[in-house]
């Protein structure tokens, strides 16, 4: 089945799953968001306690697709798996450090004699709610603004000489940390960052039964959105008059090496040329403002379905304006053809098929997340939720 | 040599050691953990006795305190692939991407939506959904563990791909030879089975405590005879599978293997030294010649390597001198090259890619596919190509070939020898439950206990071999490890390698803590 499809839609194929992978990432980071408002929304240490338990009971979907994502990336596209990751070295480590203190904390948060202290536990959780998300749209946001780098596979080849055998060198000055310093990438680290939280208020409006807890939820919610849409506009708003990384098309050269320029409107055009995306983009943003409005306005407390699926789609036409309509995703200010595009950043033909047919069991994943998900999720968390419970956080 | 920063590389290899050793402190324990939860689930679903159920839930809150350590250090492992070894994913990401992948998808989430179900569902499902979402919590962890334990078996044994001059990296060609490999059914059957008897000895030995403490005693009991049974059919396998492992790595790691043995030179009729002490780790002389290390003592069985390895003992085994310097293996009637040899071919075999590439960048169609023909050439692979790491490297130092020998003799040795008394354990810790004499025997209650931190040492022995067995390669003979780093400065690794260590240490030390704490709690005891 996958074996006949050309090496082009094959890579084409992993990008949408990428960006399908990285929508629903952060559409779960609305337990990043909830951790930061643990004290916002909770007063009382039973409130607090059910926003955690509410939170710590996905917190490992989050995880999980985020090392899903990057293993896929790993698998389909390994030249940004070895460029970003080993260049933009301090970005990704600050992220992974702000996933490592979280993947515990729950666990540890009330447990007896846990060396810490309950309150260091929760600063964990506000750490990664808050740094995770703000680094990772800083992270994201370079696939517009592009970094500094440049790679060259000849120098795998540098035995007899003084230079370098590294394949990818990292030119920025400050190994990735330097991309929070652009405004353009700073917007989309705390749009995210907003958004999280606006969705983690949302989830728990949805998940939890408490009326003190639910009459907070519509200031939050206005505290938050307000810098959201701020923010976003910003981002977006650059985005759509900034030039960008094209990729030049040349017949009879293998697409490995076909050159990167510079494209005024570059991502407008984007849009223009795949309107789908851009029926997506603008579908998925009002989702946003109506789930977050509506919930604002109305007693609805279905609100992160609205908002959550609006920014699946937002995050996913973002994607797709990276990496589609011959633009460099993952681009170098440093030297243009070093910038990566879906063509010469990808896996060979028998990878991305056999992996393609991996990814047919993402609909049985899907089905049985949904399954458990509605089993845990039937009964909001009340009060009373702890009595006869086996485990809590 | 002078283009590599091998304190770069000393430190990079540090880092990933250190995450790695942490990470596989919690992990065996996960393993073998879910397996004995879902059978003592079992006895309680089958039997409807309330002390299952009490017993099932005591070990299932040891197994979530230890589970969410392990999380924490394994999402650095798949990150550190790509943030210090981008050479390395890039070489080869062709191939070690996919099984990474397919263990997020595939194994991760079958774990976390069902650990959900198994911590949280007690009161919200039915008793048989709660089990079987246990029993696919275990087989998600053993799922997740079967893809790791492939990519790494492929760096070991590099099967099942070819190289692509014009992407620079070796390419998949046969996912089935990838995923079927001996080197990776071995070394999957043989962790897995590693982790259940660790399992089983941190089972019996926390019961053991009860027993000693008077405390929880039938809850003790029932738990021992299920860890021990358990602990005698898993330590049976994992005997079993590190004989065919070895016999395994003789094959495709002969360095390795004669350095886990220390021997330092060939020979027919090769004794098996059952305990031994090695004065040194081998070296180069001033004119290049090899001098390798000798036993102060030794206790051998005469014929015995050679029975084991090849079943007959007359069979010749190539020692690390022989593979140095190239050997006649009377066995395959091959002649096998020396190292300096292999140096030289792999210097042709990147220089080879070096011509392509610039003909293909001056646009020489003639040269370049005069150069390109050659990676098409089973024979010239097979000749030169396979040696392409070996170019990394100059004949001057030919002991930096050789992996740290003492080490890999002594972590060896020492998991072999606490493997037995391990099922020795098991089998007497069964005897005498069953016989209901075991709170008498306090002694042997004590040994339970102490097993406890043996078992843990011998699991890291086994990766220490492994790892370090294979040394200088990342990947067998394509890729040295000081090709493989990202280009960073060695201070900027330093810096995370102190951020891990003093984060791990402090969440192992809360680990610890919380579970003694647990433990101490008692078998009936709530949160």
Known sequence: MFESLSLLSLQQYWWIIISLLGSLLVFLFFVQGGQTLIYRLGKTEIERKMIVNSLGRKWEFTFTTLVTFGGAFFASFPLFYSTSFGGAYWVWMIILFAFIIQAIAYEYRTKPNNFLGQKTYEVFLFINGAVGTILIGVAVSTFFTGSEFSVDKLNLTNIFGTGSTTISAWQGPAHGLEAALNIQ????????????????????????????????????????????????????????????????????????????????????????????????????????????????????????????????????????????????????????????????????????????????????????????????????????????????? | MENFDLTLVDWSRGQFALTAMFHWIFVPLTLGLAFIIAIMETIYVRTGDEKWKTITKFWAKLFGINFAIGIATGIILEFEFGTNWSN???????????????????????????????????????????????????????????????????????????????????????????????????????????????????????????????????????????????????????????????????????????????LAEGRTNVPLIAIGFLEQQPTTTPDGELQHGDFAFKIEIPNMLSYMTFLDPNAYIPGIKDLVNGYHNPRTGQDVPSYSEKIRRGKEAITTLKMYKEALRAGDTEKKEEYGALFDDPEWVESTFRYFGFGYYNDDNLAGLVPNVPLSFYSFHLMVILSGHFLALFVVMLIFVLRNRLEKM?????????????????????????????????????????????????????????????????????????????????MTGGQ
């Open chain 1, 185 to 393: 990438n700073l917007s989309l680290g705390l749009a995210v960052f907003f958004l999280a939280r606006v969705l983690g208020i949302l989830y728990l409006d949805n998940d939890i039964d408490d009326k003190n807890i639910n009459q907070r939820v519509r200031r939050q919610l206005i505290i938050n959105g307000i810098p959201f849409v701020v923010f976003f506009l910003l981002f977006t708003g650059l985005l759509l008059t900034k030039e960008g990384f094209a990729v030049v098309p040349q017949t009879g050269v293998d697409p490995l090496f076909w050159t990167v320029q510079m494209e005024p409107y570059k991502y407008l055009n984007n849009f223009l040329a795949m309107p789908v995306v851009l029926i997506l983009f603008l579908v998925g943003v009002l989702a946003v403002l109506w789930g977050v409005a509506g919930t604002i306005i109305g007693k609805c407390t279905k609100g992160i379905w609205v908002a959550g699926s609006g920014a699946v789609f937002t995050v996913f036409a973002l994607f797709l304006v990276a990496g589609f309509n011959n633009t460099a995703f993952y681009p170098s200010t440093y030297d243009l053809n070093s910038s990566l595009t879906i063509m010469n950043s990808s896996s060979s033909h028998f990878t991305l098929t056999a992996m393609s047919y991996v990814s047919l069991m993402v609909p049985f994943v899907l089905a049985y997340i949904v399954i458990a998900w509605r089993a845990i999720n039937n009964k909001k968390i009340t009060t009373t939720e702890f009595d006869k419970e086996f485990h809590s956080y």
């Open chain 2, 88 to 262: 390395y994913s890039w070489f080869v990401g062709d191939i070690f991407g996919a099984p990474l992948a397919i263990e997020g998808i595939m194994a991760f989430f079958l774990e976390s939506t069902f650990i959900a179900v198994m911590f949280f569902g007690w009161n919200k499902v039915s008793k048989r959904f709660h089990l079987l979402s246990t029993w696919l919590v275990a087989i998600g962890a053993n799922l997740s563990a079967l893809w790791i334990l492939v990519a790494n078996a492929w760096m070991q044994n590099p099967v099942g791909m070819a190289f692509n001059p014009d992407t620079a990296r070796n390419e998949m060609v046969d996912f089935w030879a990838i995923l079927f490999s001996p080197t990776a059914i071995n070394k999957f059957l043989h962790t897995m089975a590693s982790g259940y008897v660790l399992a089983a000895v941190f089972v019996v030995g926390i019961s053991a405590w009860f027993l000693l403490k008077k405390r929880n005693t039938v809850f003790a009991k029932q738990s021992i005879v299920v860890a021990s049974v358990f602990g005698i059919v898993s330590s049976v396998f994992l005997i079993f599978t590190g004989d065919e492992s070895a016999r395994e790595m003789a094959k495709v790691q002969p360095m390795k293997f004669a350095a886990m043995e220390a």
């Open chain 2, 442 to 522: 306090r002694w042997l209650l004590y040994v339970a206990i102490w097993t406890i931190p043996l078992v843990y040492i011998a699991s890291q022995a086994g990766w220490i071999l492994a790892e370090m067995g294979r040394q200088p390669w990342v990947i067998q003979d394509l890729m040295p490890t000081l090709a493989a780093v990202s280009q960073l400065d060695a201070s900027t690794v330093q810096v995370t390698f102190w951020l891990f260590a003093v984060t791990f240490t402090t969440l192992f030390i809360a680990e610890i803590k919380i579970m003694i704490t647990q433990i101490k709690k008692g």
